[in-house]
């Protein structure tokens, strides 16, 4: 029964570390893909946005970025060359000028370094 209660312990305090945890790391902006790059554009201009989902609210459910009001993030599509859907590739824009991107789906994310 020990046994039970410290893995399960372990496993909540894995589990809670993990969703607490910030953006991994940071990319610059030469680094970044040419179409995130031009996604990059479109966002500081206003749009247009080529997919009806982008600049919409980005719930942060994953809890990698840091905290905020919601609200706070909202996502944007980086086209995927030859992808037959939206990818994986976005970028997710706080109040404040902060941009994240992820290439994974939202499973990781970099600050974006200009």
């Known amino acids: 029964m020990k046994r039970l209660l410290f893995g399960l312990l372990a496993s909540f305090v894995l589990l809670t570390g993990a969703m607490a945890r910030g953006p991994v790391g940071e990319v610059g902006l030469a680094d970044l893909p040419k179409e995130a790059r031009e996604t990059l554009v ?25 905290q905020a009001a919601r ?31 992820t290439d994974d789906h939202y499973n990781s994310f970099r600050r974006i370094r200009e």
């Open 42 to 66: 479109l966002i500081k201009k206003g749009g247009p946005y080529p997919h009806k989902q982008d600049d919409s609210v980005f719930g942060n459910r994953e809890r990698l970025l840091p």
């Open 71 to 101: 609200g706070t993030y909202h996502e944007y599509t980086v086209r995927t060359p030859g992808a037959k859907d939206r990818g994986a590739r976005r970028i997710i824009a706080a109040k404040g000028a902060e941009f994240y991107y």
